[in-house]
């Protein structure tokens, strides 16, 4: 085991998507010396995306990539340190904390910011992830507005698939949500206003095979199946969006923080755990907005917080 992991850390971030680099950089200037975990998806969900317009000071907008490699070098100026690992195993109960990542690595910290994030639940398509940021998506409010003018389809059958349907009739000539069932998942409110807007279409009892392109350069059709009659066709569209939902992934402190049903960190006070010193920022806690520019937000509170934390209590 090397000194960087033997040795107690003033703070520990988990993750390197938009809320643990900020967290970051914000605990690397108050000279916290943070270590940086990069887990099984370095950059989060903006690793997924190509051109980011809304995130401020970028008026021309930034690759999403370029974006998370510019707040990686800011963080590591400051005196960031970084780790690739997978954490195995938490133990909050007694401080300092302990985090086993596998094998012989072991960490020790005072205080802990999970930026975890959520993943985002994909089909499984075989062109699927080839196409992400070129017409498939799982963020109608990132990516809807480059598909104006344009017919879109919606994958899913719960609340998320009625609001990104919602939210992407904005932009869209029309748009075709399509159900492997005959019924939904959503509320009834949900529902009903998704079938009274004029723009919004529906297919039941099918499933999408495949997302076409023959370039792979952007997308122009959808391969669909009819569950009931076995039909299967190409169905013309410009772009898909995923209204499957997201997986937070906090599985590993199950028991030792509090949960909602879908698995999602919950906090009080904007970060803070019902663990004291432990502080929870980005997708892995915020369910409703999810956007780069409050995830930072959110990874700038839990330094901050942490800070006072180590001051308070004697660092």
């Keep these: 085991m090397d000194a960087m992991e033997n040795s107690v850390r003033d703070t520990v971030v988990l993750g390197t998507g938009c809320a643990g680099l900020t967290a970051a ?45 510019n707040m990686r070098k800011q963080a590591a100026r400051f005196g960031a340190e970084y780790m690739r690992g997978h954490l195995v195993k938490a133990d909050l ?4 904390f302990k985090l086993d990542f596998g094998g012989d690595k072991t960490v020790l910290t005072r205080t802990l910011i999970i930026a975890s994030g959520a993943s ?35 994958i899913g059958g719960g609340d998320s698939a009625m609001e990104e349907a919602l939210f992407l009739s904005r932009f869209a000539t029309k748009v075709t949500i399509i159900h492997r069932r005959e019924h939904f998942r959503a509320s009834k409110i949900m529902l009903d206003r998704a079938r009274k807007h004029e ?37 013309p569209t410009s772009a898909m969006f ?3 939902g997201h997986e937070p992934n906090a599985k590993m402190f199950t028991g030792q923080l509090d949960m909602d049903d879908d698995g999602y960190l ?18 892995v806690q915020d369910r409703r907005y999810r956007q780069a ?9 839990a330094a901050i917080e942490a800070e006072k934390f180590l001051e308070e209590h004697g660092r």
């Excluded at 995306?49 to 690759?63: A, K, M, R, S, W």
């Excluded at 109960?93 to 300092?96: F, H, I, K, L």
């Excluded at 039941?204 to 350069?217: A, C, G, N």
């Design 25 to 69: 950089i914000y605990a690397a200037r108050a000279n916290l010396k943070p270590l940086v975990v990069e887990g099984h998806e370095p950059g989060g969900q903006l690793s997924l995306t190509t051109l980011v317009e809304n995130f401020p000071g970028f008026p021309d907008g930034i690759q999403g990539p370029e974006l998370i490699e």
């Design 242 to 244: 995923l209204g499957i």
């Design 199 to 235: 723009k919004i279409e529906f297919l039941t009892d099918t499933m999408v095979e495949d997302v076409l392109d023959p370039s792979l350069k952007e997308v122009t059709a959808l391969k669909l199946k009819n569950l009931k009659t076995g039909k299967v066709w190409d169905f």
């Design 93 to 96: 109960n007694e401080r300092p």
């Design 120 to 154: 985002a639940r994909w089909l499984g398509l075989p062109n699927e992830h080839k196409l992400i940021g070129h017409g498939v998506s799982s963020c109608a409010t990132c990516d809807g507005f480059f598909f104006k003018g344009k017919p879109i389809t919606v």
């Design 293 to 301: 520019i409050t995830a930072a937000g959110s990874g700038c509170a």
């Design 266 to 283: 919950k906090t009080h006070d904007f970060v803070m755990t019902r663990v004291p010193g432990v502080f929870a920022c980005g997708d």
